[in-house]
Each structure stands twice: as structure tokens, then as C-alpha cells.
């Protein structure tokens, strides 16, 4: 593994690294010297490019390879649905991680990953070599589960806005163009799922959009799950605020959809809406489901707890949603910036021969609002436990908020901007 | 294979001393448990200006230690940091107290 052309180089680039942020902050030396491929920019993606670097005093070099040109986080993405925030308020820049931090961003996508020869191929056509891979490419949706749903048109008349871009802001302007008196249509799938407690957070904050700018509407949760999957005293204390306008049914499992007619179709049941927002089953994106790592359930990928490396993969660790997750664990931003923080430490370790740290710890913290104002959290922390080999809640540790409140309010605000910069800044 | 190497990694720990092996262990516990606030307070404790988050870089240890184990009893009352603090032992918020308190 050991390479001297490959350390040297690391030498050098530490060494003329000296004025840049991050390495005054540091007291322990890193030996890590490697390349490593980042795939995807999201919460896990960018924390671990930024990490890697900030972590290894810039002697390991960091490829972030990003579809998109800026980040747009899902957090804080059903604020502007419901009117009370901005795309622009969500939208952000990577460079940061490009001029502070030095990481290689490339606009690009990976078409193939061959593990054994450790390059991934680009949709450019370029190839990348890497010491250690970082997948992180979130969910992709199951479509083949949403019969009606099949063609791009269709798609993009019956949105998600599951994934913030541009179905956030189309999502906004159906329910702008949708008369007083409609009926906006939510469908949630069996859990797991990306963001437990969204779903619940987006019905809220539409019902008080429609509340104040359209009375006479309605909004129909349609739930797969058999009760509110994140904070159900929580949400079910803020559905009855919004008695009359908004309704929850659980055991509603999508079937199908009838584009032309926005009909939902359940088992029992047709519902008709004027806006219908279908967030379908999902399952990890496609550079990691269709890489050759092991899946469970063929849907999500297993990984070594202490360094997120795939199972049956060498060099290739996946963070965030495409992960199969540890008991109580969620789908998270925040969870998947925790899992980024582990893989950064696990990767400089291996790169400079050494194991991984044996007792990672994660934490998550999520903040849901119920209005333009109030706020509820969930929160919870995991320690790694060696005899299980798995990361376990620590018991007694975690809980949700007393009631929504507006002290939370400024929290979850401040948590989002304090996230976004330990991402990206 | 990759069991092999932790397993030589933890046989070289045993020929260095158990003293020793403790440090070696995890030498980088305090900054990897502290990456764990960041989220909220900011990366090395250094909240965004005005967020409304407080920062934590710089901290006196003594005093923020104190508060971790105030959350963690109870005493000093929270929207969220008393059930954060009670998924760390004593000695992890030592080390995170520790670690903020050095950052400048």
C-alpha cells in the first residue's frame, strides 16, 4: 500500500499548505497520504470531502465528483414550499470546499466503479484512480412501485420534491396555481425511507399556507404506515390544529397513479387532488446499488460500522441514506454528516496504516417545523458496540421536544446554518 | 484480509505495553466525539456569526465540562442538550470539553 512517489506528493502539498485554514486548528499530525474519491455532494459527500482535507492537514488529495452545479439542501426545502423561505435561501455554493479547503470539485457524474482496479469511470468520459472511495449518492426512487408514474412527463406533473431542486419550486407554484377550495394530496411510503418526520413537517406547513391563503382547501396524508412514523405525539398534537383542513389517514399504501386524472389509488380507495405529491419508495442510488456491493433487502447497502466500508467491497465505504441503517437509526442529513465524520477518521487511519478508531459515536438531531414559527425536534445518540458490531441508540439518551415551541424555531434555523457551513465552509 | 490487518494492528498494541496501547488506542477520541457537535455549534466549536448558535472554541474546559454534566443531570434545564448529553459518558464530554477548549 505504502507508495513514496504517492507520499512524497502528499509532503509537498502539506507542506506549501501552510496558510490555509484548518491546519492552525490542529494539534495530532496526520500520516495519511492518498487520494480519494468523493461520489456526491450532499450532507454525507461534502462533510467527508471537507473533513478528509481539514483532518489531514490537506495531505490527502479529495475528488468530490457532484452532478449538480450548487448544493440545495432538502432541510428547510418545505419552508419554501410552503412560501415562508426562498430557493435562494437553500441554495449553496461549493466553493468553499473548492478555495478553502482545496478539494477538487468536478461537475460530472459516475457511470461505473471498478473496485478491483480502484478507478471509477466519468460520464464525461474521464477516469479517476483512487486509495479509497466515498460513495455517498443518497436515495434513488422506485418508480417500478408507482405503476402510472412511468414516463418523465408524468413525473414531472406528479412531483416528489423529495430530493430539493427544481420539484421544490415547481411543487410551490402548483400549489400557488391551485384554487381555494382544492385538495393537495401527500403520499408517504413504508418506512424506511429518506427524513422520517418530513412528510408530517410538509403537511403541516402547507395546511398553514392553505389555512391563511386558501381556506377552503384541503390536505390528505396518505400513509403507508400504519401510524406517523418520527414524533407522533408531536405531529398528532399539530394535525388537530389543523382540524378541518387537514387529514390523516393511515394504512394508505399507494398502488398507482392516474397522471391525467391525479387520482391516488390505494387498496380500497380512489382520491382524487388538484395538487398531488407522490414521494415514492426508495432505495440507495444507483453508483452504489449497481456497483456489485452487497445489499440488504436489495436495497440498501451493508457496511463495516467502524469505517462504513461495504462488506464485501475493499476501498469503497458508503455513508448517509444508501446505507442500510443500525437500530432507530434515520435517514438523515444530519445523520449522514455524523456517519461522513466516522469515514473521514476511518480513512485517514487506513491510509496511514492504521485501523479505524473503535468506538465511533453518532448523534442525530432533527428539527421539524409545524408552522412558520414552531418547532419540534427528535434527537438521539448511537454508540458503536463491539460485541454486536453495530451502532446502538444509547439508552436513556434522545427524546423529542416537551411541545412545539418558538425557541426551537430559531434552533432548528441556526442548526441549518451551522450544518451548511461544517459541510461546505 | 481486513481483519487480518486490525487484528496485527491490535497484536503490535500488545507488544508496545498496555500503558502505552491505551494511548495509542485512539489518539484522536476528543476531535472525533467533538466533530459530533459541530453540527449545531459549528466546525472546532466555531459557530456561524450570529446563527444564534453558541459557539464552543475557546471555551474554559472546567466550565464547560460543568455545564455538559449540569445538562446531563438536569440541574441546568434545556430544550435539547440534556438529552444529547445523557448519550455521553463522563469521560467522552471530558474529552469534548477538553478538545473545544483548546480551539482558538
Known amino acids: 500500500m505504502w507508495d513514496r512517489r504517492e507520499f512524497l506528493k502528499g509532503a509537498a502539498l502539506a507542506g506549501g499548505s501552510v496558510a490555509l485554514p484548518g491546519l492552525s486548528g490542529c494539534t495530532i499530525g496526520s500520516k495519511a497520504r492518498g487520494h480519494v474519491v468523493v461520489v456526491g455532494g450532499g450532507f454525507g459527500g461534502a462533510t467527508v470531502a471537507k473533513y478528509l482535507r481539514m483532518w489531514s492537514q490537506q495531505g490527502v488529495d479529495v475528488t468530490l465528483v457532484e452532478r449538480n452545479p450548487q448544493f440545495i439542501s432538502c432541510p428547510i426545502s418545505n419552508l419554501v414550499i410552503s412560501g415562508d423561505k426562498q430557493m435562494s435561501d437553500i441554495t449553496l455554493s461549493y466553493d468553499g470546499l473548492r478555495n478553502t479547503w482545496g478539494v477538487k470539485v468536478l461537475q460530472d457524474t459516475v457511470t461505473a466503479v471498478d473496485a478491483a482496479a480502484r478507478k471509477v469511470t466519468l460520464a464525461s468520459g474521464g477516469v ?71 412528510p408530517y413537517e410538509r403537511a403541516c406547513l402547507v395546511a398553514n399556507y392553505l389555512q391563511k391563503a386558501k381556506p377552503k382547501s384541503k390536505v390528505l396524508v396518505l400513509d403507508a404506515n400504519e401510524e406517523i412514523t418520527s414524533k407522533k405525539g408531536l405531529f398528532t398534537k399539530a394535525f388537530e390544529k389543523y382540524k378541518g383542513i387537514l387529514e390523516y389517514r393511515p394504512n394508505s399504501e399507494l398502488r398507482e397513479v392516474d397522471v391525467a386524472s391525479r387520482i391516488a389509488v390505494l387498496e380500497f380507495d380512489k382520491v382524487k387532488a388538484d395538487v398531488l405529491n407522490v414521494v415514492p419508495p426508495q432505495r440507495a442510488g444507483d453508483v452504489a446499488a449497481k456497483s456489485g456491493l452487497k445489499l440488504i433487502n436489495n436495497r440498501w447497502v451493508d457496511v463495516d460500522w467502524l469505517s462504513f466500508e461495504s462488506v464485501n ?16 437509526m434515520p435517514k438523515s442529513g444530519h445523520m449522514a454528516n455524523q456517519h461522513a465524520k466516522v469515514t473521514a477518521a476511518a480513512i485517514l487511519n487506513l491510509l496511514a496504516g492504521e485501523a479505524p478508531s473503535p468506538a465511533p459515536l453518532v448523534m442525530n438531531t432533527c428539527y421539524s417545523f409545524v408552522d412558520s414559527k414552531n418547532v419540534i425536534h427528535v434527537a438521539s445518540v ?26 426551537e424555531g430559531k434552533y432548528a434555523l441556526a442548526w441549518a446554518r451551522n450544518i451548511w457551513a461544517d459541510m461546505l465552509v | 484480509m481486513k481483519l487480518f490487518r486490525w487484528m496485527l494492528a491490535v497484536g503490535l498494541f500488545g507488544v508496545l505495553g498496555t500503558a502505552q496501547a491505551e494511548v495509542k488506542a485512539d489518539p484522536n477520541l476528543a476531535r472525533n466525539l467533538a466533530a459530533t457537535c459541530a453540527n449545531c455549534h459549528g466546525t472546532d466549536g466555531k459557530a456561524v456569526a450570529g446563527s444564534g448558535a453558541e459557539a464552543l472554541a475557546g471555551t474554559d474546559k472546567a466550565k464547560l465540562l460543568q455545564k455538559l454534566m449540569d445538562f446531563r443531570s ?21 474529552l469534548v470539553a477538553e478538545y473545544f477548549a483548546t480551539r482558538k
Open chain 1, 382 to 407: 448511537h454508540q458503536y458496540d463491539a460485541a454486536k458490531k453495530t451502532v446502538m441508540p444509547v439508552a436513556g439518551a434522545g427524546g423529542v421536544s416537551a411541545a412545539a415551541n418558538e425557541l
Open chain 1, 313 to 328: 467491497t475493499a476501498g469503497v465505504h458508503v455513508i448517509g441514506d444508501a446505507i442500510f441503517p443500525a437500530p432507530t
Open chain 2, 74 to 94: 438536569g440541574a441546568k434545564p434545556a430544550t435539547i442538550m440534556h438529552q444529547i448529553s445523557k448519550g455521553y459518558t463522563e469521560a467522552q464530554l471530558e
Open chain 1, 128 to 198: 479517476l484512480s483512487y486509495d479509497r472511495l466515498v460513495l455517498s449518492p443518497g436515495v434513488e426512487f422506485m418508480y417500478d412501485q408507482v405503476p402510472g408514474l412511468e414516463s418523465e412527463a408524468a413525473r414531472d406533473s406528479v412531483l416528489h420534491a423529495w430530493k430539493a431542486g427544481p420539484q421544490t419550486a415547481a411543487l410551490r407554484k402548483q400549489l400557488e396555481s391551485m384554487q381555494d377550495g382544492g385538495v393537495y394530496a401527500l403520499t408517504i411510503p413504508k418506512a424506511p425511507y429518506r427524513c422520517p418526520p418530513g
